[in-house]
């Protein structure tokens, strides 16, 4: 019995070291792979960037941001750093973001989202502005946008690819926000939101009328008009100027 359970033994010893070779020879097989496809993959021509295509694009010319990513053709795809171009392109006044995508071998897509004007800005000329207060220049479609303009603002407040600081301007797309939310049809038909001494104040095309709504507290001023806004509408004399900035009462007016 002992003769038999050492050869058992050294049987099982045997097969635990060859085992044990296999092992380490598929590892080492493993790794030089590896390393021969990353340095085939990181060096062939093959994983060139050849074309990067740029999607998305209504008002920014593509030449614009074209330039921005030329450098990244004929650069390995896999060793490209995505980030630095994203960054690059969203530094463009009119562009929100940027989503990068690899396809292999050769092409990069730049799926791009434009910004949406929410209103236009005028000091010395036309700028456009987004809801969060990016100024954009003025181009050759900007005098066709059906927009509300914010007037009253110092030209040295508004520049093209700053986000605007001043808070009138924070006021008016506040107020515009608001009306667009809790008022339907009649933020499309304001005309201008002019900052003034007094605050700011928002015409109406279409219901002939000015609202004065100061420079805080636009929410509740607002929320308050378009709780009377019926009321309003049944009077004899219409209101033309309807002044909101009291916390007790409107004070109406037949002129402006």
Known sequence: ?????????????????????????????????????????TTSPRFAIKHVELT????????????????????????????EYKARLEAHPRVECVA???????????????????????TDRFYEIDATGMVMPGDEYTSLLDLPTITGVPAADVRAGRVCSNPMVKGS???LDVCRSLGGEFASDISELRATDAGLSIRSLREDCVLL????????????????RGELGQRERPSRLIDLRFDNQVVLRSGI
Do not use: W
Not at 29 to 41: C, F, H, T, W
Not at 56 to 83: C, F, K, P, Q, Y
């Open 173 to 175: 797309l506040e107020a």
């Open 56 to 83: 998305g694009l209504s008002r920014i010319d593509a030449s614009e941001l074209r330039h921005l990513v030329t450098d990244l053709e004929g650069t390995n795809i896999l060793l490209a750093s995505l980030d």
């Open 213 to 228: 709504v100061g420079d805080v507290d636009f929410e509740k001023r607002l929320r308050k008009f378009f709780l009377l």
């Open 100 to 122: 990068m995508r690899r396809v292999i071998p050769d092409q990069v897509i730049c799926a791009i989202t434009e910004r949406e004007p929410a209103a236009l800005v005028f």
């Open 1 to 41: 019995m002992a003769i038999v359970s050492a050869g058992h033994e050294k049987k099982e010893t045997i097969r635990t070291r060859a085992t044990r070779v296999i092992a380490v020879f598929v590892v080492g097989v493993l790794i030089v792979s590896s390393m021969y496809l990353y340095d085939y993959a």
